[in-house]
């Protein structure tokens, strides 16, 4: 038969104990339509592959498609078998293939047991990204795709938290071209937003007597001997938060802690008032950690309701516990102390991460550029004698 629209209509479901009943087209070969007892029309398209074996797949409803697109679309899907290809597989793989929820789950699983940041990722991922992504194929996100949900991500947030999920994104699918799932990634030509230069935080020797006061008056010994131990040595809150007393060297003033961003074993330098709010800590015989948690045997881990009432006793606003560690860097750098020194304390692994705090020494950088004055003043005064 010529499969034309008028014939279709007077087709009907000619086979007995619902057998496939399928008319084929005269002119175009193994493009036919395919009709089922309830009257559905489906065009399909029978082939052999390269390797002889028959073929056939669905191309869609008649009423969903047209004949005339229905009889183009056959005729690409018989160009990609004369190229070598197979359509029917191609179908199948991609009915198969990882979606980027099934990604996320595995990369989340890898990533649990070498990565620090994972809870960051773990909230990125709920709040941000699998709302878009969960359910698309890997090989069908597009680089507009992400482009959109990057702007869209910035509209509600931030560009700097944009940014973030932006480079989760880079990593996760640069992760499945590692293990097989893709050949290249989409977001491989993603930029990221401007975002503005951080804010500066820095307390006055007034607020920071004010915030020693309140910590020292708060009812909690453990969250305020956190705060303080951040406030004089500049580490990280989950640093403190995760140091041992075995890793407490008193006699050399140090304390080694081993779960450090860089993700190496560092040493944290302990000057008097330090060794002196560590002394003030009591010992817990069930708790191997400084910084004890309510649990038996764990760390602190809720502290945010403490630091709270400590703000409020000091009468201040918006102050986040990482402030204290931009706090002591700037209080450094402001008074003198080489940024290399700095890098050191602090724990960061590149004095670039360090720079940041460049512009606390303004004193410095002013004495520096006049030695560049200095130097050519000789050929100033001789210029002008001239």
């Known amino acids: 038969m010529q499969i034309t629209t008028s014939s279709l209509k007077q087709l009907r479901y000619e086979k007995a ?46 009423g969903s498609l047209t004949v005339k697109q229905a009889r183009a679309m056959a005729k690409d899907r018989l160009y990609e078998v004369r190229q070598g290809r197979d359509p029917s597989s191609e179908r199948k793989a991609r009915r198969q293939e990882m979606t980027f929820g099934d990604l996320a789950k595995d990369y989340l699983s890898h990533a649990a047991d070498h990565k620090r940041s994972i809870k960051s990722d773990r909230q990125r991922l709920r709040d941000h990204i699998l709302p878009d992504l969960a359910g698309r194929k890997l090989s ?18 931030s560009a700097s938290t944009a940014n973030r999920c932006a480079a989760l994104l880079k990593r996760m699918l640069n992760v499945a071209i590692e293990w097989g799932h893709l050949k290249t990634s989409p977001a491989e030509a993603l930029k990221l937003f401007k975002e503005p230069p951080p804010r500066d935080i820095r307390l006055s ?66 000057d008097g008032s330090a060794l002196a709010i560590l002394d003030g ?45 931009h706090n002591y860097a700037s209080a450094l750098v402001a008074n003198g102390v080489p940024l ?47």
């Open 17 to 62: 104990g619902n057998k496939a009943d399928i008319r084929f087209d005269d002119e175009l070969r193994g493009f036919g339509v395919r009709v089922y007892p309830s009257g559905r029309l489906s065009f399909i398209l029978s082939y052999r592959n390269a390797s002889g074996e028959k073929k056939r797949i669905t191309l869609g409803d008649f």
């Open 281 to 325: 800590i009591p010992k817990l015989e069930s708790n191997p950690y400084i910084i004890a948690g309510d649990k038996p045997g764990k760390p602190i881990v809720f502290y945010r309701r403490a630091w709270m009432r400590i703000l409020k006793r000091a009468g201040m606003n918006r102050f986040p516990p990482h402030g204290l560690r």
């Open 340 to 386: 290399d020194t700095v890098r050191h304390l602090l724990g960061h692994k590149s004095s670039i991460t360090t720079l940041k705090y460049a512009h606390h020494r303004p004193d410095e950088l002013r004495q520096a550029t006049s030695t560049f004055t200095s130097l050519i003043r000789p050929l100033d005064d001789r210029t002008r004698q001239q």
């Open 140 to 157: 069908e996100i597009s680089l507009r795709q992400l482009q959109q949900l990057h702007s869209g991500i910035k509209a509600k947030t």
């Open 205 to 270: 020797p007034e607020e920071c007597r004010r915030l020693i006061d309140a910590c020292n008056a708060d009812e909690n010994i453990f969250a305020r001997s956190l705060f303080l131990l951040a406030m004089f040595t500049g580490r990280r809150i989950g640093e403190l938060q995760n140091a041992k007393w075995e890793n407490l060297d008193r006699e050399r003033g140090l304390l080694t802690v081993h779960e450090t961003k860089p993700g190496e074993r560092q040493h944290i330098v302990l």
